[in-house]
């Protein structure tokens, strides 16, 4: 856990300071090359939300979690987070290594797999008893099946979990590192967009894991869906400063809009207040039997502390270029297509599909099973094997997939790719396109190595759409993209009068943009009757695996059972139940505390909802009086009793620490 000295007067707000805190972040102030990144940002998130971090591109977000994992250092400021507490963030890649999959997971808690080590060789009683107890406490017994668990919904099937690390792909090794810090379940888990190495199904697993996971979390994502459906809280980088939400995305963003309703309001009412009283003191100031209220009005009119114009800068809009010649239904059509890469070792078979010029279709199924094979067939990149594949001799095609970026030089520029595209056009037309696409002069020529992958992203979609494609082939588009231009993304592709193939983990994108689902899946390519939500409880069901769960909870029960005399197991039985009735009246006292502070946390929040409304002020202030002074009352109630309960947790902690060993 990072902890630094420092120490810094806290301006988080009582009510969230009041609940149960997992993470303090005070007044920290981060420089990256001389750019302030934060400036006296603070929050405090409470324990046992799972809160998504957002902000546009660029704001800090990674570079938060960094801080907040040390490993980096603030250059001001103070983090902290309760003693003890365990903070977890995923690995860039898990080893390469013999070990199986299963046993890599496994490995991730380190204090069970060093606790049955000691287990096999331990011979006191009273020690034994303590490891059995914290292996209890830990679930060790059904780690094996969680583990497996956590694989399964990440995409690995039985046969995977037994095969070696080293046998694996990157990408998929960024999947067993996910599994391990899931496995491990940290008091503070930090993601950083997750889903971008996730396929749909592996996303909407990960989406209903973070709901019912049963710590803290803290998740960089842009994916709307995860965002509304996963999380209990939003925090919003902005202006180097952290703001606390409490809801969705959704919700966050009517709070946003409403605020910021509020805040033209509230700036043109101090600007026709300001225009008045400087009116009066230009009038008056050189009037004898006005000269005293002039200055006055004067002296108020420069403390009168500025509101700040909403300032927040708009997406760039994409562009996808129609096609100028409309073509006959079908565009492409499949006849009984078979489709792979060596001859005799077909992938997809019997492929009969066709695709119209205003079709949108999104294609469905788990990583391995051909979506992008299928992509290409389409695109005409691979030929037929086997059966038809017919298209009009006029239709164009336009591709954009992630592993394009690597495609471009890092010396390139925007600018001179695009020009390439328009060799016989003036340097004004060119400069025109770029700005189109959302690339100024400083943009345009600044080399790919320094841009940031949402800004190559836009320079893939307008080459892939450059001449107006009839059919436009997206793989994955959005990994880069945040929330804002995911949206400016839909917009872009409703507006586009091709034929679209959308691949992507995005379930908003594909439910905003698609009006038609194939699956890929057994070996061919079929039309799905369902809707996106029946896909996402078919998948939650396929990769649930409770009986195994229990089966492996049993057998593990059993193995550690095994070797120990009925004298052993006697003596064991008995040193667990005394550990375990010296630290119940702990337990209660902390719990009485606990109940307090919530009690107290609910009538605060109740105050605060009565003080909200505006029109308590105009028609009874001596009761927005009264309830204030309440409220003061409330707050330090809570701060006196929020200070015991932590006393006592901390006692409790130390016993529970001892009985361990």
């Excluded at 365990?86 to 490995?107: H, N, Y």
């Excluded at 695009?418 to 080399?447: H, N, P």
């Excluded at 009068?497 to 959308?502: D, F, H, W």
């Excluded at 899946?521 to 079929?526: A, D, E, I, N, P």
């Amino acid at each position: 856990m990072p902890a630094y000295a420092k120490t810094a007067k806290t301006n988080i707000p009582s009510h969230i300071q009041a609940l149960r805190t997992m993470l303090h972040i005070n007044d920290l102030t981060y420089h990256i090359e001389g750019r302030p990144l934060f400036k006296g940002a603070s929050t405090a998130i409470p324990a046992g939300e799972k809160v998504g971090l957002v902000g546009r591109n660029g704001t800090g977000k990674t570079t938060l979690l960094r801080l907040l994992s040390g490993e980096i250092s603030p250059d001001d400021g103070e983090i902290r987070m309760p003693k003890n507490a365990r903070m977890g963030i995923v690995a860039q890649e898990a080893p390469g290594t013999d070990d199986s999959l299963l046993d890599t997971v496994l490995m991730a808690d380190t204090e069970r797999h060093n606790l049955l080590e000691e287990a096999e060789t331990a011979t006191d009683p009273d020690r034994i008893a303590q490891i059995h107890i914290r292996l209890a406490d830990i679930g060790a017994h059904t780690a094996e099946a969680r583990a497996a668990t956590i694989l399964s919904g990440l995409g690995f099937d039985e046969k995977e979990q037994a095969t070696a690390c080293k046998e694996f792909s990157g990408g998929w090794r960024m999947r067993v590192a996910l599994a391990a810090i899931l496995f491990a379940e940290p008091d503070l888990l930090l993601l950083d967009e997750p889903s971008n190495y996730l396929d749909l199904e592996g996303s909407l697993w990960l989406e209903n894991y973070i709901r019912t996971y049963p710590h803290t979390a803290i998740i960089v994502s842009h994916d709307r869906d995860l965002l509304n459906q996963a999380v209990t809280a939003i925090v919003h980088l902005d202006n180097q400063r952290l703001q606390f939400y409490r809801g969705g995305y959704d919700r966050f963003e009517e709070m946003r809009r409403q605020q910021a309703e509020l805040q033209v309001k509230l700036k043109r009412k101090q600007d026709d207040q300001r225009k008045h009283m400087q009116a009066f003191v230009d009038r008056f100031r050189a009037s004898a039997n006005k000269a005293k209220q002039a200055q006055s009005r004067l002296k108020a009119l420069e403390k009168l502390k500025p509101i700040a114009a909403q300032t927040e800068s708009e997406v760039a809009p994409f562009f996808f270029p129609d096609p100028e010649k409309k073509l006959a239904n079908p565009l492409l059509k499949l006849d009984e297509a078979n489709v792979g890469y060596e001859e005799g070792n077909d992938i997809l078979k019997d492929l009969s599909l066709n695709i119209d010029i205003d079709d949108r279709i999104g294609l469905l199924g788990s990583n391995g099973n051909g979506k992008s094979t299928f992509a290409k067939l389409l695109e005409g990149r691979l030929k037929a094997t086997g059966g038809k594949r017919k298209v009009s001799k006029k239709m164009t095609t336009g591709f954009f997939a992630q592993h394009q970026m690597d495609d471009l030089s890092e010396k390139h520029t925007p600018y001179e790719e695009i020009a390439k595209l328009m060799a016989d056009k003036t340097e004004a037309q060119k400069r025109a396109k770029l700005g189109q696409l959302g690339f100024g002069i400083q943009k345009a020529d600044t080399k790919f190595k320094n841009l940031s992958g949402g800004e190559k992203a836009r320079i893939l979609f307008a080459l892939a759409s450059f001449h107006g494609p009839h059919l436009l082939i997206l793989d994955e588009p959005t990994n880069h993209l945040d929330v804002d231009s995911r949206e400016a993304l839909i917009h872009a592709l409703n507006d586009y009068q091709g034929a679209v193939i959308l691949i992507s983990h995005d379930r908003h994108l594909i439910s905003a943009c698609v009006d038609r689902l194939w699956i890929v899946r057994g070996g061919t390519v079929k039309k799905y009757d369902g809707d996106i939500e029946t896909y996402r409880l078919e998948c939650l069901a396929e990769r649930g695996v409770k009986q195994k769960q229990k089966k492996a909870a049993r057998a593990k029960e059993k193995r550690e059972a095994k070797g120990l005399s009925k004298e052993e197991k006697k003596k064991q039985r008995v040193a667990i139940v005394k550990a375990r009735k010296s630290l119940i009246p702990l337990r209660m006292e902390s719990q009485a505390l606990e109940k307090k502070v919530n009690s107290l946390t609910s009538t605060l929040g109740q105050v605060d909802a009565l003080l909200a409304d505006n029109n308590l002020y105009a028609e009874d202030p001596d009761r927005a009086t009264r309830l204030t002074r309440e409220r003061g009352l409330i707050a330090k109630a809570i701060e006196e009793q929020e200070a015991k309960w932590f006393e006592a947790q901390e006692v409790l902690e130390k016993a529970k620490s001892k009985l361990e060993g």
